[in-house]
């Protein structure tokens, strides 16, 4: 119960950061609640860069900013999977289906 409590903090909060949070693409999300629960709300906001390259759907600009972090050193190998899960992911525009 304490764990969906705070996992449900974190959307609430990357809804106050990104309007239309829901319509994001689904790693997007997954890898932004990863980081919101990991840094807690104020180490989140943060990374000014990274949210408004997630804001412009520039997911690949958005890895790069992961990157160029100190958490990205602090963290490891889950930074290393977070910023591939961001940059992997297709524009919605981009989409070849």
Same mark, same amino acid.
């Given at each position: &119960? $304490? $764990?969906? +409590?705070?996992? #449900? =903090?974190? /959307? =609430?909060?990357?809804?106050?950061?990104?309007?239309?949070?829901? /319509?994001?693409?689904?790693?997007? #999300?997954?890898?932004?609640?990863? &980081?919101?629960?990991? $840094?807690?709300? @104020?180490?989140?906001?943060?990374?000014?860069?990274?949210?408004?390259?997630?804001? +412009?759907?520039?997911?690949?600009?958005?890895? /790069? =900013?992961? @990157?160029?972090?100190?958490?990205?050193?602090?963290?490891?190998?889950?930074? =290393?999977?977070? &910023?591939?899960? &961001?940059?992997?992911?297709?524009?919605? @525009?981009?989409?070849?289906?």
């Amino acid at each position: &119960m $304490l $764990l969906e +409590n705070d996992i #449900q =903090e974190c /959307l =609430e909060d990357l809804e106050t950061i990104f309007q239309a949070f829901d /319509l994001l693409p689904e790693t997007v #999300q997954q890898v932004l609640v990863d &980081m919101r629960f990991n $840094l807690g709300s @104020k180490g989140f906001r943060a990374f000014k860069k990274m949210i408004n390259a997630v804001k +412009n759907l520039d997911f690949n600009q958005a890895a /790069l =900013e992961m @990157k160029d972090s100190q958490w990205y050193s602090q963290v490891g190998q889950r930074a =290393e999977i977070l &910023m591939t899960m &961001m940059k992997e992911t297709q524009h919605p @525009k981009s989409s070849t289906k």
